[in-house]
């Protein structure tokens, strides 16, 4: 096949943001197309790359040619590990399997190019560079500062064994989350007396029911996808089945050809050598160098400070929901069980509040909740969101436009349901930058709530209605970003900064005033009764402690392996740290084989990802909590709070740094405060 037939035939070779049309062909998109389009990506992009050591030192032929030089393989990448993410196939697989090393190696390679880097360098040395506008000088410093911090000082021998290095971390971690999704797929448990369902709620039994027809079987076929997990680890009396659907999800991927202990190991072996190769103590030290924690000791001494302000009440919630047990069950009650406690804390939550999650789901139809969630948008931003035609890679997918007046500022795709071919979680996805404001920036974000069950529409749990707001936050975070530079724009900024436009949208799913906007009772349209709502916000603190310790667990020993465990150590080690670092924060023992970081996609299913910076979920939540004050204090869904937020967090990107941002929408530094007052933990 000729060059102009490739790029004649294959939908992956043009995919820029500013082409005729910034809608991605999904339709189009095959597996035969991936390899050969990224082949061609790559090699494009390489002569564009080497052109830059020979150009003129000036902005658009050194800086901004590098930017350019990029774009459209960064956005055919982003497809493909998109659709290897929600619409998988053996072809699919295989394909993406194939490109990850190169890519991987490419980028790479770019901080290790001499001559791109004298290019870079020489040019800051530049009049023009001392006088460039403060959002392309910041991009200028960043860069340079990323190159030496990713070996461009590096010898020889070093560079080449850091592109080794990079390679291998993109193989493995491929490996480690296509092996999560495969144990997650092939679990099933099928039960054929309805008797075993006591507890159940009839939104899971149907959903269970609907389950089995679809694959051919009679009775209620559970799996390890969240909205059966969940319900099961929730509300079924029957304990034995619970503790086989738990034991199930906390050793997935850890025998066979699938087993993922031996990969953790090697991943934080090369995480570790690579952090050492460029000069740092540890993989967390150098991962969180440019971020707002800036050293794994700073990350470390937030966890343990919160920790220490969380323990007392956790030990106290540990002994109430024991106790709780023993009213149940008598004095010759066990001591709970991990695959026991979310049942009894139901119960008792049930108990103390009168309130059952189950009450709440006929009030958050997905239709009305997707509504209210752009409705809110709508108020705070000063956007109009619609729906719209685009193609897309499955038949539930929609797609949606976010104009600023009359300007389409953004669009993007919503996928809420589980299937087989997409991984779980949630998840936001940008897709493409617009370079200028005439041209919209994509994205997307995907769920895995409740499905729709016959003919009754899908209806959500609270849980879930804030899973879809956080990955919206995330969404306005790129949609509304106004930075000229797409390295710098949207979601590009700290990871323990980046979490805060999500997580405030949480923030929503808890007042009168917004939750009156799309939580209305599917069949009548009756909005939540005050007397249910007054439940819901009482219980909004029940067993707060636990669940922040729960958080801290992951953040610990995320930096315990990142900053302390030796790789050499083996499987058995890493498994044995992890279970008894988890099990001092969790409110039950565990059993000698649980190992749940064998399924931690946020750690190991990229070669950074969350690795060395889980807290930014907790550090994250500290800035959330601050700031949403100030919409308290207003009417909760205030335009001119709302717009503030806007001009100076979600337009602004990376362009200044994440303290300034927040100090300029607050007015001071961030308080811990806020985060305590709302989870009842201050004291």
Known sequence: MTDSQVTMTNPLLDLRADAGTFDIPFDAIRAEHVEPAVDALIAEAEETVKAIADAPRTYDATLGALEAATEKLEIALTVVGHLEAVSTTPALREAYNQIQPKASAFFSSLPLDAGLYRALSEFAETEAAQSLEPVQSRFLKKTLDDFRRHGAELDEAGKERLRGIDVELSKKTTRFSQNVLDETNVFELLVTDEAKLAGLPPSARAAARQSAEQKGQEGWRFTLHAPSYIAVMTYLDDASIREQIWNAYNTRATAGERDNRKLICDILA??????????????????????????????????DDLRGRTEAAFE???????????????????????????????????????????????????????DGLFGIAEKLYGVRIEERQAPAWNDAVRCYGVWDGERLAAAFYVDLYPREDKRGGAWMNALSYGPDIETPHLGLFCANVTEPIGDTPALLTHREVETLFHEFGHLLHHALSEVPLRSLGGTNVAWDFVELPSQIMENFCWERVSLDLFARHYETGETIPEALFEKMRAARTFRAATAQMRQLGFGTVDLKLHREFDPADGPKAAMDLARDVLEEHAPAPYPDDYAMICGFTHLFASPVGYAAAYYSYKWAEVLDADAFTRFLEADVLSLEVGQHFRKAILAMGDSRDPAELFREFMGRDPSLDALLIRSGLAA
């Open 316 to 370: 106290r919630e540990k002994d109430d929901l024991y106790a709780y047990r023993v009213e149940l069950e008598g004095e010759g009650a066990p001591q709970l069980e991990p695959w026991s406690v979310g049942y009894y804390a139901e119960k008792l939550r049930k108990a103390r509040y009168d309130f059952d999650d189950e009450a709440l789901r006929p009030y958050f139809r997905v239709d009305s909740v997707l």
């Open 270 to 303: 090369l995480r570790q050598e690579k952090a050492k190769l460029l000069g740092y103590g540890d993989f967390a030290d150098f991962v969180l160098e440019d971020r707002m924690a800036k050293s794994g000791a700073k990350a470390t001494e937030f966890v």
